[in-house]
């Protein structure tokens, strides 16, 4: 391919670093929804939420193998209990000197240490092998429940069914074998050293053991009662961010097709969703660390509470104590395990209190999708789509024949106070003037006043008619669209066509918007004036600004695509988009060869031919994104195109105002948007812009990305089986909006189109020599 007519050399943008202090380069930003305030009614209702999703998942894993845990799980607090009374046995046979006693007590101890190594070694795999099958029964009875005549997996409006089924229920059985044994063995366990204890101490004692670590697990209840939702985020935030790198890999042709703008909008998404991941597993982290700490708070007290025990039983003389002094050590030991083992116990259920705050996360995500598919639960909360615009760029093009810089920035502080004061027909706008797009154009003067640094009389005039004829094309283009615009007229320094107000300072606002130095220059005799001092061009530059209330991106684009065809006139030619004997081959042989064609502004061809023909291949070389094997296309650069491939790109989420603006935002483009979606067509779907677009069809799927090219209304389009789905009639009609909104287009189909210039793929032979002379343009 040459060289683009609007290319990289033309157009280089250059990020600034800075915006000035009454401007702020255009971001894109996600106002994420905020919550209800939290409140009892708030936790009462998700903690029922949580118990009920919870049983709904229990009740499809049947997990009644948990008794062969549950059983070692006794066996485990038997056998802990005789090796720990060892300990006491042999402080006894070592006090006494009995090495009989000593030799019977080691081989008890070796006898227990064996069964121990059994059961104990025992848990963790029964735990891993009952984990296993309870995800084997989860798994498929969701699979059943997803995939029957309810059709659950078409009509399903959770977020990622595909990560609840295959990671989250992993976790669930996971999370389920680890707390379900504590919470099925601990009862026994603490009821078991709690009457041992009672021998020891007496039942006050432990009447205020208790006290202790009920006041610990409200504590750890509170603890839980906050983690428990940052779970549910953190998982949502996770899944949201691996969904957005499929979307990615999915749409990858589409995205490379689609330019600049949709890359760094998708690059966009994917921070913004990795920045979600991020900060909900930064506050887990958080939240997981205070949990840690009273856990460890709750299991280091414990040592304290068993010497204050003991201490108390000696020193205060608890019946049961006033034993010869040589049994003393063998009943501290005892008691002091017993105790130990008691304290554990309340210990390991705050201990578990992380993995029961998992369990009931993932058991929120996974019951929330097994109460959808069997009609006992609601669907999860909907999330507002992302909107965002484009960054404040500089951009260099030419104009005129002469250097030009251009970029655009959202208004705010003095420049839009300025603004409004210059323009007071904004205050009649929805808005108010509150949100207005500045930009600010830089000719460079290529004729100098006697080899001064000031432009001449005669460029100057020069420089003005070339910035009236951009912004005349721009205030037709965006006023057409709904949007406000108007200029700051160079000579006067006030409203170009709306109703006059103040003057406005070119020098200021250069110097608000982008730091660019004023200088004073008196060379024309009286008062200096203010001037810009542009860091390229010096101060023979001459300074305009178009401003308007559109989004950023809108406003950039038609700003581009108006200087690419002021460029096309300039050179004296009206093609757009030109081919010349093209062919492109696909492992050695050539799909077509010998397409040569001419499109002006507005005007569009229809290729037709079967599947296998070559229509996409043509639509990749055409965009550059493939290499011709012969021939030549000279095209605009994509920043002025637009593509429609087959798989169709929607905005990750969204309804259909937002699939219609995307790239850009669609707050304040409503009118714009129906405009566009009627001239596409979608009369009824003007009326339901607010709906989500996940449930449109794919005649109105068509439709609503046809709105999106009248919308943006690039120089040139590709639309690659595009209006498949739509009537002859509706084609037709899309056709002419197209080409009455000056969007000259190639569109691929099968059928026959009427009133649209036909290229034939089908009657070329991949196998044939090129053809001479000859087009195949009908």
Known sequence: ????????????????????????????????????????????????????????????????????????????????????????????????????????????????????????????????????????????????????????????????????????????????????????????KILYYTWLSVTYFGAKTIGCLYAYFALTLIAQKLLMDNVTPLVVRRERAEAEFRQTHFRLKGHREEIALAGEAIEARERYVLDESLGGALRAQRKLVVAHWALALSSSLIDYLGVVVNYSMLGFAIFRGIRGWDVPEKDLP??????????????????????????????????ERVGELIGFATGEGGAGDPEDPKKGGSMAVIRRAALGGRPMEWSVHEAEGPVLEAAVRTFPDLLARPNGGSRLVAVPTFQCATDKRGGARLASAAEMNAQHRSFLALESEVWKDLTDSGHFCDSVDPLTGCATHTRLGQRYSEARGAEDILRYPTVFDSAQGGDPCPVVDHPRF?????????????????????????????????????????????????????????????????????????????????????????????????????????????????????????????????????????????????????????????????????????????????????????????????????????????????????????????????????????????????
Not at 75 to 85: A, E, K, R, S
Not at 342 to 359: C, E, G, P
Not at 564 to 570: F, G, I, P, Y
Request: contains cysteine.
């Open 330 to 363: 063998k009943m501290i030991s005892q008691s002091s395990f017993v105790t130990f083992q008691l304290i554990y116990a309340f210990s390991q259920i705050s201990d578990t209190a992380r993995a029961a705050t998992d369990l009931l996360g993932y058991a």
């Open 1 to 188: 391919m040459e060289e683009p007519l609007l290319g990289p050399l033309e157009e280089e943008d250059l990020a600034r670093s800075s915006a000035g202090p009454g401007m702020s380069t255009t971001t894109t930003t996600a106002a994420a929804a905020a919550g209800p305030p939290r409140g009892t009614d708030l936790r009462r209702s998700q903690n029922a939420r949580w118990r009920q999703h919870l049983l709904l998942a229990v009740r499809v894993i049947r997990p009644w193998e948990i008794v062969f845990l549950v059983s070692l799980g006794l066996l485990n607090i038997y056998l802990g209990q005789l090796v720990g009374y060892l300990a006491g046995d042999f402080y006894a046979c070592l006090g006494a000197k009995d090495a009989p006693a000593f030799d019977s007590t080691l081989r008890k101890q070796v006898l227990f240490a064996l069964a121990c190594c059994v059961t104990f070694g025992s848990v963790q795999p029964l735990s891993e092998l009952l984990s296993f099958r309870w995800r084997k029964r989860l798994t498929l009875s969701l699979h059943a429940m997803y995939c029957t005549n309810t059709k659950a997996y078409y009509s399903v409006r959770l977020d990622n069914p595909d990560q609840r089924i295959q990671r989250d229920a992993d976790f669930l059985c996971k999370a389920l074998a680890q707390v379900g044994n504590l919470v099925c063995v601990s009862p026994f």
């Open 538 to 778: 010096g101060t023979a530059c001459y300074p305009a600004t178009i401003f308007t209330d559109a989004p950023a991106h809108v406003a950039a684009s038609s700003v581009g695509k108006v200087l690419a065809r002021l460029r096309l006139v300039s050179g004296g030619s009206g093609a757009l988009l030109r081919c010349e004997g093209l062919g492109v081959a696909r492992e050695g042989k050539f799909v077509f060869r010998g397409l040569s064609f001419e499109l002006g502004v507005g005007e569009g061809v229809f290729v037709r031919g079967p599947s296998g023909s070559g229509k996409t291949c043509l639509v990749r070389a055409l965009c550059g994104l493939e290499e011709p094997g012969e021939g030549s296309v000279h095209a605009p650069s994509l920043g002025c195109v637009m593509v429609l491939s087959q798989s169709p790109l929607l905005m990750h989420g969204g309804n259909v105002a937002d699939q219609v603006a995307y790239p850009a935002s669609a707050e304040g483009s409503e009118e714009a948007i129906q405009r566009a979606l009627e001239g596409a067509g979608g009369d009824g779907l003007a009326a339901r812009i607010r709906q989500c677009s996940g449930s449109l069809s794919e005649a109105e799927t068509q439709m609503v990305l046809l709105a999106r090219v009248l919308y943006h209304r690039p120089l040139l389009a590709f639309l690659d089986e595009s209006m498949s789905a739509l009537s002859a009639e509706e084609r037709g009609r899309a056709c002419g909006a197209l080409a009455e909104a000056g969007v000259a287009f190639v569109l691929t189909g099968r059928d026959a189109l009427g009133g649209v210039r036909t290229l034939d793929l089908s009657r070329r032979s991949s196998l044939l020599p090129p053809p001479m002379n000859d087009s195949i343009m009908k």
